[in-house]
């Protein structure tokens, strides 16, 4: 056991520390290129349908990028944003540069700043600004002039980032006259390919007439490869064709399609899976799902005129003398017997090693069925093949998933994912492709890492009390009939339509202290159950279930009575019989007396703090019913019910007050 003295993370926080360094240390560049064509700048025509579309696709284009821009300065504070617009009649690439004739740079690939997204937001707002920019050129723009303003962007800007994108987004599917400017501009595109960028191609189709890929675009934008560092699987190069003039579907369909292009997927580690003796292949490890929370990159201090960030810094003080301690004189320690066990750095990381190198060894293999669903006790972790250090491992890697899907087996591992990490026993679980309605990929084929327990993980359930009382088949039966009537659509349950709304209150929060915005006042909760469709379909079903579980736990708590041997309590008459004389009421004694801890009694009234006192000591169901009654009533609560009822109203009121 740890000493509570040391602050050392326990070994799990530390990999969350590692797994989050590990993300936070690969940064974006992602340079929007919107075409600023007259047919990209149409209005769609007028519709009374309220859900038609306002926007032009440039419009909807900026929006989009503003969107992007106000989610990726909350959750990837140090990836870099610009927006370059193609096509318009002037040009200003921000350094006074005039070589790349109808390109505009409207934001600057930097990391966003609450004045870039003010600025963004007003442009987007204001059709008048928006209009002396978005004005296009005659001639319009050459695509390879496009293609190589972006590469000395990415190069001037961002030259050793490990993930460069260029998002293009245009209607024109032909932007060339003639075959030399499409040698051109796929020289270019070659360019930015062998400067380690990423062409991605966003393509709107007008109402006219729709996008056709393979005129030119398909040779120019490259599919992603499996070997790509930041995608586990092969991610196809055609992209929804977003459709102007489809209601608001134009701009959900941009955002969708830029969010799946925009969030590579990263590896957690690069490891060998051993097969056998002398028998190893590469594999890469992924965490697709993941719970996520407020990320908090620094401190702010909001005491003056401006918010400012904090430069923090931790010194440790010895207790008796608050002397300085040096980095080199601290010393972890372990409880033993009562004694405290000190090691050095060197021997905590002999004791940490072990247990070998970092490697993923299978033991053996079991059917699928023999793992219990509350086996798993952490997040899984999903591994594909990396031809990096072992060629053939693909093939390898997919000769092993089709084995384990066909006989329904797991294969049992030893896991240790890094360095001074703790080996665990993990479930090699093969996992199928999955796709949606519109037959996209939700969820790649590969293998998925889940953590089993060890012996001394298992915990045993405390025994519960032989009288606890136990449904029935009729109670059974009417709550099936209840959960039948609240199943979800389709009966399945998608987290994208469910956001976090802790999350999202931080963020707007946030937001809107950054941009200078007014605070809101109520958060959007989409959890929140819609009552009345609750009760117009199950309302009867509740009832009944109700009425029913009050007769079911009158008899069960009956006979528990009797099995201990206990008298029921009689219930007195309502009132008397016809004929008979009513008896004179009981005069209740006003005067109350506390039994004190000695049991002697005082004439008078006992404040919080003394109640609170016999609520602690545990001698407070010592009280007479008529000193918690006039208790209670002194503050205002109500003084009807049994004891049981009574103590309990004084515990929930000293719970209030916290005491």
């Known amino acids: 056991m740890a000493d509570p003295q040391d602050n050392r993370p326990s070994e799990e926080e530390d990999e969350e520390e590692i797994e989050e360094a590990s993300y936070k240390t690969i940064k974006d560049a992602v340079l929007f290129a919107i075409d600023v064509s007259p047919t990209m700048l149409e209005q769609p025509p007028k519709s009374e349908d309220k859900k038609a579309e306002r926007d032009s696709p440039a419009s909807a284009a900026l929006k989009c990028a503003y969107q992007l821009m106000q989610q990726r300065i909350i959750s990837n504070p140090n990836d870099m944003m610009g927006i370059l617009l193609f096509g318009t009649e002037k040009t200003d690439l921000k350094d006074g540069d005039s070589t790349f004739q109808h390109c505009y740079l409207l934001a600057d690939l930097d990391v ?95 109402p006219d007439r729709s996008f056709d890929r393979s005129r030119f675009y398909d040779d120019l934008v490259y599919p992603t490869s499996p070997s790509d560092p930041d995608a586990p699987v092969a991610i196809p190069s055609t992209t929804k064709i977003a459709k102007s003039g489809e209601g608001i579907s134009l701009l959900k369909q941009l955002i969708s399609s830029i969010n799946s292009k925009a969030t590579p997927r990263r590896a957690l580690f690069t490891l060998p899976l051993e097969l056998g003796p002398d028998l190893r292949i590469g594999v890469k490890g992924y965490i697709l799902i993941k719970r996520q929370e407020h990320v908090k990159s620094c401190y702010v201090w909001v005491g003056g005129e401006k918010p400012q960030i904090v430069n923090s810094s931790t010194t440790h003080m010895a207790d008796d003398t608050a002397r300085t301690v040096e980095k080199t004189e601290l010393r972890k320690a372990y409880k033993f017997g009562g004694d405290a066990i000190t090691f050095t750095p060197d021997e905590i990381t002999k004791i940490r090693q072990c247990f070998g190198d970092p490697v993923i060894r299978i033991i053996g293999f079991k059917p699928l069925a023999s793992v219990p669903i509350w086996a798993n006790i952490n997040k899984a972790t999903f591994i594909y093949p990396s031809e990096a250090d072992f060629i053939g491992s693909t093939r390898v890697f997919s000769a092993l998933h089709q084995k384990l899907l066909k006989s329904k087996k797991m294969g049992l591992v030893w896991f240790i994912s890094r360095r001074n990490a703790a080996p665990t026993l993990c479930a090699l679980v093969p996992g199928e492709e999955k796709t949606n309605e519109d037959g996209d990929q939700s969820m790649p084929p590969g293998l998925w890492l889940i953590p089993l327990p060890f012996a001394d993980d298992l915990r045993q359930f405390p025994p519960g009390p032989e009288d606890a009382l136990k449904t029935c088949d009729t109670l059974t039966d009417k709550m099936r009939a209840i959960v039948e009537q609240l199943q979800l659509p389709k009966g399945v349950y998608d987290p994208a339509k469910y956001p976090n709304p802790d999350l999202q209150w931080f963020y707007r929060i946030l937001q809107a202290l950054a941009l200078e915005e007014d605070m809101p006042v109520d958060p959007d909760d989409k959890t929140v159950p819609k009552f009345r469709q609750i009760d117009k379909r199950c309302g009867e079903y509740i009832q009944e279930y109700g009425d029913e579980f009050k007769e079911v736990y009158a008899e069960q708590h009956m006979s528990n009575l009797a099995l201990r041997g206990a008298k029921p309590a009689v219930k007195k008459r309502a009132g008397a019989a016809e004929g008979e004389d009513k008896p004179a009421a009981k005069r209740v004694k006003k005067e109350t007396k506390v039994k004190d801890e000695n049991g002697d009694g005082e004439d008078q009234g006992m404040t919080d703090q003394q109640m609170a006192d016999l609520n602690n000591s545990g001698k407070i169901s010592k009280q007479t019913v008529a000193v918690l009654k006039a208790w209670l009533t002194e503050r205002g609560q109500s003084g009807t019910g049994k004891k049981a009822d009574l103590l309990e109203r004084v515990q929930e009121y000293l719970e209030g007050k916290g005491l």
């Open 112 to 206: 966003p700043s609450a004045q870039d997204v003010k600025r963004l937001r007003d442009l987007v707002n204001n059709e008048e600004e928006a209009e002396d920019i978005l004005k296009p050129a005659k001639e319009g723009a050459s695509i390879a002039t496009v293609l190589f303003c972006a590469n000395q962007i990415f190069t001037t800007k961002a030259p050793n980032f490990s993930s460069r994108r260029l998002f293009l987004v245009t209607d024109n599917d032909y932007p060339v006259k003639v075959k030399a400017d499409k040698d051109t501009a796929v020289t270019r595109a070659r360019d930015l390919y062998d400067l380690g960028c990423t062409i991605d191609l966003f393509p709107i189709s007008q």
